[in-house]
């Protein structure tokens, strides 16, 4: 009789963990649009990295999971959607093909192209849940081939709104919001993503921080986690106008925020890190000294919970 209890005890303890699972972000990429190493780069990261499959990153990209119910959302679709989606699957232990939703940040090729792989040419997907903002919205609509999932229903596009929340559960919530960026096709956005004990935030692409109405710092103050653009390191990394591409640099994001509190400074996570940048090329010394500084670059297959 005892054993018995004590097997009904273990039960029950085993049970409430599981449905007590908290939700998490994982990384499922970091680089910028164009991958890591770029087409076409002949420097000698680009050539070691073509040469060594290890060195290379995927598009940045995260999902979030939810193991309570077990869905999962995905934020951008990437050219690497197909490798990203075989991590996610791994990485869940789930190998169907479910995918919840797919956010939308922007109209940049490293965002949204790898929708394509939800077509009929591909994996013929049905209603997928695809959240975009309107001019995003209307982009999609308007152009083929991306106008041609929406009339084969494989995708469902599901409008935003700068500021309204979008309610994935009872404990989960993902919020856009407005940021600058080059927006010649639509309009740009990060994500809050909130659980009922958690904030998470994903701004992988902004134009200088002074070019937003909000402070970053009073953002990262507010949240427990945030995932930014790290596009590049420091001005002068690559050869052409930097002001054409006016990412902020890990350097002016590191000065803006050096003052925080260590416990806030270890919240700021980079990501989206061009194939020039010295972070994703593995450089120790500029790796160790943003570590000492409190911060951190992003890796694949990396968690949040949540």
Not at 15 to 38: E, F, H, N, T, W
Not at 45 to 55: E, I, N, R, T
Not at 80 to 93: C, G, H, I, M
Not at 96 to 105: E, K, S
């Amino acid at each position: 009789m005892r054993r018995t209890l004590l097997s009904i005890l273990l039960i029950i303890v085993t049970c409430s963990a599981v449905s007590a699972a908290r939700p998490y972000v994982i990384v499922l990429g970091v680089g910028q649009d164009a991958g890591v190493p770029q087409m076409g780069c002949n420097s000698p990261f680009c050539q070691k990295a073509w040469k060594d499959p290890s060195l290379r990153k995927m598009v940045s990209s995260i999902a979030l999971v939810d193991p309570d119910s077990g869905k999962r959302w995905m934020f951008d679709a990437t050219p690497d959607l197909p490798e990203q989606f075989q991590l996610l699957k791994s990485a869940t232990a789930d190998r169907t093909n479910r995918i919840d939703g797919i956010f939308l940040t922007h109209a940049h090729i490293g965002h949204y192209t790898g929708l394509m792989y939800l077509g009929r040419e591909s994996m013929g997907v049905k209603n997928v849940k695809v959240f975009a903002m309107p001019r995003m919205k209307s982009m999609l609509e308007q152009n083929a081939p991306w106008s041609q999932l929406i009339a084969l229903k494989n995708i469902d596009i599901s409008q935003l709104a700068d500021g309204v929340a979008v309610r994935l559960n009872d404990r989960i919530t993902v919020e856009p919001f407005l940021v600058p960026h080059r927006d010649e096709f639509s309009e740009t956005v990060g994500y809050w993503i909130r659980t009922d004990s958690k904030t998470f935030i994903y701004i992988p692409d902004i134009d200088k921080w002074g070019k937003w109405s909000t402070s970053i710092a009073d953002v990262v103050r507010s949240s427990d986690h945030i995932l930014i653009d790290g596009t590049f390191y420091a001005d002068g990394e690559i050869d052409r106008p930097m002001s054409e591409v006016p990412h902020p640099f890990i350097t002016e994001t590191i000065a803006l925020l050096k003052g925080l509190p260590a416990k806030d400074r270890a919240k700021v996570v980079f990501t989206h890190f061009n194939h020039s940048n010295p972070l994703v090329q593995g450089d120790r010394s500029k790796l160790s000294l943003i570590r000492r500084l409190g911060f951190s670059a992003a890796t694949e297959g990396q968690r949040f919970l949540l």
